[in-house]
Protein backbone atom coordinates (compact mmCIF):
# COMPACT_ATOMS: atom_id res chain seq x y z
CA UNK A 1 0.00 0.00 0.00
CA UNK A 2 1.48 3.49 -1.13
CA UNK A 3 1.74 6.03 2.00
CA UNK A 4 -0.28 9.01 1.12
CA UNK A 5 0.41 12.75 2.13
CA UNK A 6 -0.79 15.94 2.30
CA UNK A 7 1.27 18.48 1.00
CA UNK A 8 1.87 22.05 1.75
CA UNK A 9 5.76 22.50 1.39
CA UNK A 10 8.07 24.32 -0.12
CA UNK A 11 11.83 22.88 -0.54
CA UNK A 12 13.87 22.08 2.29
CA UNK A 13 9.92 22.04 4.19
CA UNK A 14 9.97 18.98 6.59
CA UNK A 15 7.31 16.48 6.20
CA UNK A 16 5.50 15.06 9.60
CA UNK A 17 4.23 12.17 7.80
CA UNK A 18 4.82 8.93 6.76
CA UNK A 19 6.05 5.84 7.73
CA UNK A 20 9.78 6.91 7.72
CA UNK A 21 9.08 9.68 10.17
CA UNK A 22 6.31 7.56 12.62
CA UNK A 23 9.38 5.16 12.86
CA UNK A 24 11.95 8.03 13.88
CA UNK A 25 9.22 8.89 16.46
CA UNK A 26 8.74 5.00 17.50
CA UNK A 27 12.61 4.93 17.89
CA UNK A 28 12.93 7.97 20.14
CA UNK A 29 9.81 7.46 22.36
CA UNK A 30 11.17 3.67 22.59
CA UNK A 31 14.74 4.38 22.96
CA UNK A 32 15.98 2.73 26.93
CA UNK A 33 12.90 0.67 27.05
CA UNK A 34 10.66 3.27 27.62
CA UNK A 35 6.96 2.96 26.75
CA UNK A 36 5.02 4.97 24.53
CA UNK A 37 1.19 4.89 23.04
CA UNK A 38 0.13 5.37 19.75
CA UNK A 39 -1.39 9.07 20.89
CA UNK A 40 2.41 9.90 21.51
CA UNK A 41 3.22 9.07 17.72
CA UNK A 42 0.34 11.18 16.27
CA UNK A 43 1.46 14.39 18.63
CA UNK A 44 4.69 14.10 16.65
CA UNK A 45 2.97 13.59 13.37
CA UNK A 46 0.50 15.37 10.93
CA UNK A 47 -2.07 13.02 11.36
CA UNK A 48 -5.35 14.29 12.12
CA UNK A 49 -7.16 11.03 13.65
CA UNK A 50 -4.20 8.95 14.77
CA UNK A 51 -5.61 6.73 11.85
CA UNK A 52 -2.20 6.24 9.82
CA UNK A 53 -0.16 6.50 12.43
CA UNK A 54 -1.93 3.21 13.95
CA UNK A 55 -1.82 1.80 10.87
CA UNK A 56 1.91 1.74 10.92
CA UNK A 57 2.00 0.66 14.54
CA UNK A 58 -0.22 -2.55 13.83
CA UNK A 59 2.13 -3.53 11.25
CA UNK A 60 5.15 -3.47 13.61
CA UNK A 61 3.42 -4.75 16.26
CA UNK A 62 2.59 -7.26 13.66
CA UNK A 63 6.01 -7.83 12.36
CA UNK A 64 7.52 -8.50 16.40
CA UNK A 65 9.03 -4.89 16.48
CA UNK A 66 6.38 -4.14 19.49
CA UNK A 67 4.87 -5.49 22.33
CA UNK A 68 1.91 -4.55 24.41
CA UNK A 69 2.38 -4.26 27.65
CA UNK A 70 -0.80 -2.32 29.12
CA UNK A 71 -3.86 -0.32 28.05
CA UNK A 72 -4.63 3.06 29.14
CA UNK A 73 -7.64 5.41 28.58
CA UNK A 74 -7.24 8.61 26.69
CA UNK A 75 -9.73 11.22 25.22
CA UNK A 76 -10.86 10.83 22.22
CA UNK A 77 -8.71 13.17 19.39
CA UNK A 78 -12.34 14.02 17.92
CA UNK A 79 -15.83 14.30 19.57
CA UNK A 80 -15.89 13.15 22.91
CA UNK A 81 -15.29 10.44 25.09
CA UNK A 82 -12.70 7.98 25.81
CA UNK A 83 -10.87 5.27 24.10
CA UNK A 84 -8.26 2.76 25.22
CA UNK A 85 -4.94 2.59 23.99
CA UNK A 86 -2.36 0.51 23.76
CA UNK A 87 1.09 1.12 25.16
CA UNK A 88 4.08 -0.25 23.19
CA UNK A 89 7.44 -1.07 23.93
CA UNK A 90 9.91 -1.33 21.02
CA UNK A 91 11.56 -4.41 20.85
CA UNK A 92 13.85 -4.17 17.82
CA UNK A 93 14.89 -0.29 16.59
CA UNK A 94 17.05 -0.74 13.20
CA UNK A 95 17.81 2.35 11.47
CA UNK A 96 15.92 1.33 8.41
CA UNK A 97 12.48 1.92 8.56
CA UNK A 98 10.87 -1.61 8.32
CA UNK A 99 8.70 -2.55 5.66
CA UNK A 100 5.90 -4.78 6.24
CA UNK A 101 2.86 -5.69 5.20
CA UNK A 102 -0.73 -5.03 7.62
CA UNK A 103 -0.14 -9.21 8.28
CA UNK A 104 3.59 -8.53 9.69
CA UNK A 105 5.16 -10.51 6.40
CA UNK A 106 7.76 -8.55 5.15
CA UNK A 107 6.49 -5.75 2.04
CA UNK A 108 8.16 -4.84 -0.72
CA UNK A 109 6.63 -1.37 -1.48
CA UNK A 110 9.85 0.60 -1.78
CA UNK A 111 12.27 -1.99 -2.28
CA UNK A 112 13.94 -1.03 -5.29
CA UNK A 113 14.43 2.33 -4.09
CA UNK A 114 16.14 0.91 -0.90
CA UNK A 115 18.61 -1.00 -2.69
CA UNK A 116 19.36 1.78 -5.63
CA UNK A 117 19.83 3.89 -2.26
CA UNK A 118 22.54 1.53 -0.49
CA UNK A 119 23.95 0.86 -4.01
CA UNK A 120 24.65 4.71 -4.59
CA UNK A 121 26.07 5.23 -1.02
CA UNK A 122 28.26 1.89 -1.20
CA UNK A 123 29.06 2.78 -4.95
CA UNK A 124 32.28 5.60 -5.82
CA UNK A 125 30.70 5.89 -9.14
CA UNK A 126 28.31 4.24 -11.41
CA UNK A 127 26.79 4.31 -14.58
CA UNK A 128 23.15 3.21 -14.49
CA UNK A 129 23.59 -0.43 -15.71
CA UNK A 130 26.24 -0.84 -12.53
CA UNK A 131 23.60 1.03 -10.43
CA UNK A 132 20.99 -1.66 -11.40
CA UNK A 133 23.07 -4.78 -10.97
CA UNK A 134 24.75 -4.13 -7.67
CA UNK A 135 21.21 -2.91 -6.30
CA UNK A 136 19.41 -6.66 -7.84
CA UNK A 137 19.22 -9.07 -5.43
CA UNK A 138 18.08 -12.99 -5.56
CA UNK A 139 14.91 -11.31 -4.48
CA UNK A 140 14.61 -8.09 -5.68
CA UNK A 141 15.55 -7.42 -9.41
CA UNK A 142 15.64 -4.01 -10.14
CA UNK A 143 15.58 -2.95 -13.85
CA UNK A 144 18.20 -0.68 -15.89
CA UNK A 145 14.80 1.45 -16.33
CA UNK A 146 14.01 1.65 -12.91
CA UNK A 147 17.49 2.91 -12.16
CA UNK A 148 17.11 5.42 -14.75
CA UNK A 149 14.29 6.76 -12.90
CA UNK A 150 15.29 7.16 -9.93
CA UNK A 151 18.71 8.51 -11.07
CA UNK A 152 16.98 10.64 -12.83
CA UNK A 153 14.57 12.47 -10.09
CA UNK A 154 17.58 12.37 -7.78
CA UNK A 155 19.68 14.03 -9.99
CA UNK A 156 17.53 17.12 -10.67
CA UNK A 157 16.99 17.24 -7.08
CA UNK A 158 20.66 18.26 -6.27
CA UNK A 159 21.70 13.95 -4.75
CA UNK A 160 23.93 13.66 -7.50
CA UNK A 161 27.09 14.74 -9.63
CA UNK A 162 27.46 14.11 -13.52
CA UNK A 163 31.51 12.74 -13.53
CA UNK A 164 31.58 11.75 -17.14
CA UNK A 165 28.63 13.32 -19.75
CA UNK A 166 26.57 10.49 -21.88
CA UNK A 167 27.85 10.19 -25.48
CA UNK A 168 27.35 7.69 -28.48
CA UNK A 169 30.33 5.59 -27.23
CA UNK A 170 30.37 5.74 -23.10
CA UNK A 171 27.47 5.90 -20.49
CA UNK A 172 27.06 8.67 -18.17
CA UNK A 173 28.64 8.08 -15.02
CA UNK A 174 27.49 9.75 -12.00
CA UNK A 175 28.27 9.76 -8.24
CA UNK A 176 26.25 10.51 -4.85
CA UNK A 177 27.48 14.15 -3.14
CA UNK A 178 29.04 12.82 -0.12
CA UNK A 179 26.74 16.45 1.53
CA UNK A 180 24.16 14.66 0.28
CA UNK A 181 24.47 11.28 1.79
CA UNK A 182 22.11 11.49 4.23
CA UNK A 183 20.73 8.36 5.71
CA UNK A 184 19.68 4.93 5.53
CA UNK A 185 16.34 5.97 4.13
CA UNK A 186 15.94 6.42 0.52
CA UNK A 187 14.58 9.81 -0.89
CA UNK A 188 11.32 8.69 -1.89
CA UNK A 189 9.81 9.74 -5.19
CA UNK A 190 6.32 11.08 -4.94
CA UNK A 191 3.50 11.43 -7.43
CA UNK A 192 1.61 14.23 -6.77
CA UNK A 193 -2.22 14.77 -7.85
CA UNK A 194 -3.58 18.61 -7.82
CA UNK A 195 -6.99 20.04 -8.89
CA UNK A 196 -6.03 22.57 -11.44
CA UNK A 197 -8.67 25.46 -12.57
CA UNK A 198 -7.43 27.25 -15.81
CA UNK A 199 -10.40 29.49 -15.09
CA UNK A 200 -8.62 30.72 -11.83
CA UNK A 201 -4.95 29.93 -12.84
CA UNK A 202 -4.61 28.54 -9.27
CA UNK A 203 -4.44 25.13 -7.28
CA UNK A 204 -7.75 24.46 -5.86
CA UNK A 205 -7.95 22.38 -2.48
CA UNK A 206 -4.46 21.07 -1.24
CA UNK A 207 -2.33 19.01 -3.03
CA UNK A 208 -1.95 14.95 -1.73
CA UNK A 209 1.33 13.57 -2.80
CA UNK A 210 0.90 9.10 -3.18
CA UNK A 211 4.48 7.42 -3.20
CA UNK A 212 5.43 5.82 -6.19
CA UNK A 213 6.40 2.35 -6.48
CA UNK A 214 9.61 1.62 -7.97
Known amino acids: MSIQLELTVTAGTPIFR ?16 RTFTRREVALRSNDRDDTCVGD ?38 PSATPIINRDGTPG ?4 AQLHLWNAMRALS ?9 SASTDSVEVPRETAKRYVTHLSRAGYLQVLRQASPKVQ ?28 RKEIMGRPVAEECAA
Do not use: C
Not at 125 to 133: C, K, N, P, R, W
Not at 183 to 199: M, Q, S
Open 18 to 33: GHDHYWSVVRDLGKDR
Open 56 to 93: FLKRLHAAGFLEVIDQKRLANTAGGGTALHNVYRLLKR
Open 172 to 199: QIWRLKSSMNTGPNPPKILRTKVVYDAN
Open 125 to 133: SFTLIELAV
Open 108 to 111: TQGL
